[in-house]
């Protein structure tokens, strides 16, 4: 069975501060998928990254980066600088790379970056 | 070019009554899931069509049905609504059954 854990339910940040959301997965599968989606009030999943468990590289787009450590089953997301339009619902999200691909979700964790 | 298009947005039903919820998916994509998505959770995956076919089911009971149409659009049944029910239902399309998916913003179900 897949499982994703978000421990921290509410981080409350002042703009211009670095935040980083953290990940951690549970998995038997020898490859896999990991995702991060946004989901702001609109209610929409806004996708963020897919990254395929043979690549540990981190990777980092604009303020975006993700950290991902295959040894802990973690893929952290760090927001550089962050803005109020950050504000929204962040979700780690795991999947199989075979006919099992339906991702399985974290509970989410709410940003809130304050002006 | 319209992404994942759902409706209604918002609906309130009572206990025991049927509620059908559409979905129309992203130009291209053939594929489309349901979510359940239930206050402070994350989504929780219902089904998925492909070919006008279940081929993926979570773990829902048989109230929950859906169908895809031969345009690829789909719609989510739900029988004899239990306050439970009450959620932010997703549909998310893919192009394949391994694409990435592209969600639309949902349609918020009441039971009351």
């Known amino acids: 069975a897949q499982k994703v854990t978000q421990a921290q339910t509410e981080i409350s940040v002042v703009e211009k501060e670095d935040v980083t959301l953290d990940c951690v997965y549970e998995?038997?599968?020898?490859?896999?998928?990991l995702f991060w989606y946004k989901q702001p009030p609109s209610g929409e999943l806004v996708f963020l990254i897919r990254?395929?468990?043979?690549?540990?590289q981190n990777e980092i787009s604009g303020r975006y980066s993700w950290n991902f450590q295959k040894s802990t089953s973690s893929f952290n997301f760090t927001i550089t600088a962050s803005q109020v339009v950050d504000s929204a619902v962040y979700f780690c999200a795991l999947s199989g790379t075979g006919g099992s691909y339906i991702p399985t979700f974290g509970r989410g964790t709410s940003l809130i970056v304050h002006p | 070019d319209a992404g994942v298009t759902q409706s209604p947005t918002h609906l309130i039903k009572t206990r025991g009554q049927q509620v059908t919820l559409r979905c129309s998916p992203k130009?291209?994509?053939?594929?489309v899931s349901w979510y359940q998505q239930a206050l402070g959770q994350g989504p929780q995956f219902i089904f998925q069509y492909y070919e006008e076919e279940e081929r993926q089911r979570g773990n829902f009971p048989d109230r929950f049905s859906g169908h895809q149409f031969p345009n690829y659009s789909s719609e989510l049944n739900v029988n004899a609504l239990l306050l439970g029910d009450s959620a932010l239902y997703l549909c998310?399309?893919?192009?394949?059954?391994?694409?990435?998916?592209?969600f639309g913003e949902g349609s918020r179900l009441t039971v009351l």
């Open positions: 990254r395929n468990s043979f690549d540990e």
């Open positions: 130009s291209g994509h053939d594929t």
């Open positions: 998995t038997r599968d020898t490859t896999y998928y």
């Open positions: 998310a399309s893919s192009q394949t059954r391994t694409g990435e998916l592209f």
